[in-house]
Nanobody, 124 residues
């Protein structure tokens, strides 16, 4: 399995931007589809975005399209999530995840490795 460590979370004002990073250990990072999920208090974990192994294909939650960009740098074993026009409803713990499927799943069950999460709080 791949080990994942997220960073970049924090407190941001509404309308602001934030970029999350997820560093992966091991030499097989490029063989994993990568995804971002989030979980707000009292809510289920939900899919945010995913990216194919080579980075050419991406997938976003319909409700978040246009405000997010997922990208990856396989040379650096890192996946990123750029978030713009943040709103208070984006407040959640954001998790990075790795999948051995060949397609980009939007289900948590499709991802076998998870990071510890990074808190994002959107508040004035």
């Amino acid at each position: 399995q791949v080990q994942l460590v997220e960073s970049g979370g924090g407190l941001v004002q509404p309308g602001g931007s934030l970029t999350l990073s997820c560093a992966a250990s091991g030499r097989t990072f490029s063989t994993y589809v990568m995804g971002w999920f989030r979980q707000a208090p009292g809510k289920e974990r939900e899919f945010v975005a995913g990216i194919s192994r080579g980075g050419r294909d991406t997938r976003y939650a319909d409700s978040l399209k246009g405000r997010l960009t997922i990208s990856r740098d396989n040379a650096k074993n890192t996946v990123y999530l750029q978030m713009n026009s943040l709103i208070p409803e984006d407040t959640a713990v954001y998790y990075c995840a790795a999948s051995q499927y060949v397609f980009i799943s939007d289900k948590a069950a499709g991802f076998g490795s998870w990071g510890q999460g990074t808190q994002v709080t959107v508040s004035p």
